[in-house]
């Protein structure tokens, strides 16, 4: 697998976990579109940020070698990043209304 494979699954399984979260949690939804988006951005958000600690794309396949066990953690942090955002954004959006009407 290449690094930008690798890139392209955790996008993927980040816009899995937040479309996943807004068909449970139906009050964070913002529809397919917008929890694709949140989904984007909290996978690639998170694996940017927390990717230093070993489980980026490149440390996935250094040597030439595939890591199983650094591709899993990576697969978790992309999910959890689609949802983490997707209830992010869903709260500020929240306030942001509630402040308008006042």
């Known amino acids: 697998m290449t690094e930008t494979l690798i890139?392209?699954?955790s996008i993927f399984i980040g816009i899995i976990g937040a479309i996943s979260a807004g068909f449970?949690?139906?009050k964070y939804s913002f529809g397919i579109v917008g929890n694709t988006i949140s989904g984007v951005f909290g996978s690639v958000f998170l694996i940017k940020s927390f990717g230093r600690l070993g489980f980026?794309?490149?440390s996935i396949v250094q040597n030439g070698t595939f890591n199983g066990l650094l591709f899993s953690i990576n697969c978790i942090v992309?999910?959890?990043g689609g949802?983490?955002?997707l209830i992010i954004i869903k709260k500020i959006?929240?306030?942001m209304n509630k402040k308008?009407?006042?």
């Open 24 to 26: 449970i949690f139906k």
């Open 7 to 9: 890139s392209l699954i």
């Open 56 to 58: 980026n794309p490149q």
């Open 78 to 80: 992309s999910f959890l």
């Open 93 to 95: 959006s929240q306030k």
């Open 83 to 85: 949802v983490f955002v």
């Open 100 to 102: 308008g009407t006042n």
